[in-house]
Structures are given as structure tokens and as C-alpha cells.
């Protein structure tokens, strides 16, 4: 049981180019969630899909795309990266969208924007 | 909308002293607050979470947190710290209705010296 797992663990890109994030969990979770975290500035949800078929946007949504391929998995899409995307990027899961659902996250992946 | 402040970025203690960690929310309803705690290099994890039921929580590791209305905080507290216990401390806020979609305090460094 691996829980959530992230690919890659460190990018590295330049101004402009794209790039896709993946995640997947293997709890049988309806709820994923893409966070970017920033120092000092806590975790900031970029996207939430609170179940397969559905996805919103969060607090922090501009100049990100996803896609809730599945149950399973849920990708995050920079199409044209800045360097103020530079942050470190985790996604979670959680077993229920209402009620006090425990999000369980994966270990993130570091991305540079140059 | 809902919001965490988190008083005081880094906290140091000596080993075997108290450990007291601030939080106060913000909501319109009441809440559900939970603490999550980062070691380094990793994804977040659960310490402890308040969903109404009783107004003291004890969580993993020795932590609890007592969740009082009147003064809005949510506090975490460990009576004697390990040096195991140096992490980042987040405090987050839910809508029960909307329960999974946490909105983060900016995080509190736990620093444990001898």
C-alpha cells in the first residue's frame, strides 16, 4: 500500500516550456487535491476534484490545468511556466468530500522555474 | 471565508520542556480544525483533528489541542518535547460542508534543542 505517490520528485524547467504532474493513490479515495507550497506562505490549493469526473478550481488557480484521468490518478498541467511557479508542489487524497475527511499527501515534488 | 493565523513562524524548546504551538481561526460556521505536522523533505501528516465531538483531542506522538470557541484557537501543546519532534506544524481550517477543502496557517518551525 504505497498511499500517494508523485512523479517526478525534481524538475527542473525553463520560462516557457510545459509540464504535467502526476499523482496517484492507491486508498480508493473519491477526493484529490493539488496544494503548492511556498515558504511562509503555508499550503495554497491550486485544484480539488471531489470526485472521479469533477474538478474546480481552488485559491490559486492561474496558470494551471488538471485532468482526474480516473479514480485513481489526478495530473497537473503547467502549460507555460514561470518562474513564480517555482514551489514545491504535493498532492493529497481524502476518503470523503464532506465531512471531516483525513487528507493524506504524497511527498511532493520540487519544481524550478529558470 | 475561513482563515488560520499561526502565531510565530519558529518556536525553539529545550528537551522535556512544554511545547505550545498557537492557532486561531476564522469562520462564519463552526469549523474543523486539524494540525498536520511536515518533516523535512516530506509530505504532511495528520497529528490530531476537532470535528465537534469532544473539545480536547489527543493525536499521534503525545500532541493534543483543545479547540475553544470563546477564544477562537485551537492550540497544540505536548507536555515534554523530543528531538524527534522538530518539524514544521500546520494548522488548518475546514467547512463542515465542504470539510475536505482545508485552507492552511502559513506553518510554525518546531525547533528542539538539548
Known amino acids: 500500500n504505497a498511499g500517494v505517490t508523485q512523479t517526478p520528485k525534481f524538475q527542473v524547467l525553463k520560462t516557457g516550456q510545459s509540464m504535467t504532474l502526476q499523482c496517484a493513490q492507491d486508498m480508493n479515495h473519491n477526493s484529490m487535491y493539488w496544494y503548492r507550497q511556498d515558504p511562509g506562505m503555508g499550503l495554497r490549493l491550486i485544484y480539488y476534484?471531489?470526485?472521479?469526473?469533477?474538478?474546480d478550481k481552488g485559491e490559486v488557480p492561474n496558470g494551471y490545468n488538471v485532468s482526474r484521468l480516473n479514480k485513481r490518478e489526478f495530473s497537473l498541467r503547467l502549460e507555460s511556466a514561470a518562474p513564480s511557479q517555482t514551489s514545491v508542489y504535493f498532492c493529497?487524497?481524502?476518503?470523503?468530500?464532506?465531512?471531516?475527511?483525513?487528507?493524506?499527501f504524497g511527498p511532493g515534488t520540487r519544481l524550478l522555474v529558470l | 471565508a475561513q482563515s488560520v493565523t499561526q502565531l510565530g513562524s519558529h518556536v525553539s524548546v529545550s528537551e522535556g520542556a512544554l511545547v505550545l504551538l498557537r492557532c486561531n481561526y476564522s469562520?462564519?460556521?463552526?469549523?474543523?480544525l486539524f494540525w498536520y505536522v511536515q518533516y523535512p523533505n516530506q509530505g504532511l501528516q495528520l497529528l490530531l483533528k476537532?470535528?465537534?465531538?469532544?473539545?480536547l483531542v489527543k493525536g499521534i506522538n503525545g500532541f493534543e489541542a483543545e479547540f475553544k470557541k470563546s477564544e477562537t484557537s485551537f492550540h497544540l501543546t505536548k507536555p515534554s518535547a523530543h528531538m524527534s519532534d522538530a518539524a514544521e506544524y500546520f494548522c488548518?481550517?475546514?467547512?463542515?460542508?465542504?470539510?475536505?477543502?482545508?485552507?492552511f496557517g502559513t506553518g510554525t518551525r518546531l525547533q528542539v534543542t538539548l
Open positions: 469562520s462564519s460556521v463552526p469549523p474543523y
Open positions: 476537532y470535528t465537534s465531538a469532544a473539545t
Open positions: 488548518a481550517v475546514s467547512d463542515p460542508m465542504a470539510a475536505s477543502k482545508l485552507t
Open positions: 476534484s471531489a470526485s472521479e469526473g469533477t474538478t
Open positions: 493529497a487524497s481524502s476518503e470523503a468530500w464532506q465531512g471531516a475527511g483525513t487528507q493524506y
